[in-house]
Structure formats: structure tokens, C-alpha cells
């Protein structure tokens, strides 16, 4: 095998493999979060989409960026990065 096919084979093979830089995210439920914890309301990686909030007690969390607070149900779906 000639070394342009070898780099294409590769290119192909490694195409669909994130990037060192994308950010995987886990579905989780609002409950199972600890106190403190922060996490993403989506798996979106955009940051204006996707903003950080920081769980404060079993029912409320603080949107880091803009300060909003707001109250959550134990079930409802968040992600965190993994």
C-alpha cells in the first residue's frame, strides 16, 4: 500500500472519532446531581445554547452566567460532562 492510501485509510478510519477538544456530555436527572454539582440543561456543545448551572439544593440551581435561579423537579433530564 502506497503512503497516500495509508494516510486516506487513516483519515477515513479516524474521521468520525471526537476531536481532543469536543466535550462529551451524560444524560442525567436533575435528583441524582449532588449539591454543588454544575451541568447543562442539553448535550449542545455551543456555549450561548448550552449555558452552566450549579445545583444549590434538591430543588433549585443558579444559572452561572446570568444568575437566574430557578426550581427544578428531581426528574428533570440534565447533562453533565463526562
Known sequence: MDDKRKV???S???AEMPGVSMQDFEQMKFGDLDSDEVYWLNDNRVGEQNQIWKKL???SAI???TGEQK???SN???F???
Request: glycine share 0%; charged share 30%; aromatic share 14%.
Open 8 to 10: 486516506d485509510n487513516w
Open 57 to 59: 439544593d434538591d430543588f
Open 63 to 65: 444559572n452561572l452566567r
Open 12 to 14: 477515513n478510519q479516524n
Open 76 to 78: 428533570d433530564t440534565v
Open 71 to 73: 426550581a427544578w423537579n
Open 80 to 82: 453533565m460532562r463526562i
